[in-house]
């Protein structure tokens, strides 16, 4: 039987009150199983972001619940178990390329001479490897973005969620890139979820949910990777 990663029931997250409140994630019920791929699709806004972010516990829920039965409680998921790939800057400024992916494993107790040559590994599966001497100030948006995918797969997480990990490239590189998410998380035995509003993405992963208004509708695709 594969092993259960994560399970919510009735999940939820708002923010604000009164007139003010948002209701980001709604009602929200799925587990997820080693060894999956899923896209969440949906439009901008449409809690994409938070329903990744309270996977990953670094939001907490305002209704509802979420465990983590093969991992552990939520303090145990960072460093080493659980790990993301924003959609944003997350780069450490003052650390190299090369640092901020090997920062992970280092505080997961790897040496550093190990952990540095892991990330440089990282880094030319990513085809990011040019830049591993610089500073995260001297990279692009889309080489930022790669990195930050290397940094997430540091460590040998159990699970990676990635938001819109294509949205910075050209076609042609996002289709590379994701052929390296898709490989990355093969070779590994890693689990992964990728919120995107890319369908030509979402076709490649082997189930899709759809956030709508911060409701999630689950549906099984069969994988054209």
């Keep these: ?122 880094l030319i599966v990513f085809g990011v490897d040019v830049v591993a001497d610089r500073l995260p100030e001297e990279l692009s948006g889309g080489q930022s973005q790669r990195v930050g995918l290397a940094r997430a797969f540091s460590g040998a997480p159990r699970l990676v969620l990635a938001d819109e990990p294509t949205g910075q490239q050209d076609r042609a590189t996002g289709d590379r890139l994701l052929g390296a998410i898709l490989r990355a998380a093969s070779s590994r035995g890693t689990t992964l979820i990728v919120a995107t509003h890319d369908a030509t993405v979402a076709d490649r992963l082997a189930a899709r949910w759809a956030m709508r208004d911060g409701t999630l509708r689950t549906e099984e695709l069969t994988c054209s990777a």
């Design 1 to 122: 039987m594969p092993e259960t990663l994560v399970r919510a029931s009735s999940l939820g997250r708002s923010y604000g009150s009164g007139s003010n409140l948002v209701i980001a994630v709604h009602d929200a019920t799925f587990t997820v199983e080693a060894g999956d791929t899923v896209a969440v699709v949906g439009p901008s806004g449409s809690g994409k972001s938070t329903l990744l972010h309270l996977i990953a516990g670094l939001d907490e829920p305002t209704s509802g619940s979420i465990d983590w039965p093969a991992i552990g409680d939520r303090p145990a998921l960072r460093p080493g178990p659980v790990a993301m790939a924003f959609q944003g800057p997350s780069l450490l400024p003052p650390l190299t390329v090369v640092e901020n992916v090997a920062l992970p494993m280092i505080l997961a107790g790897h040496a550093e001479d190990d952990a540095m040559a892991a990330a440089r590994d990282l």
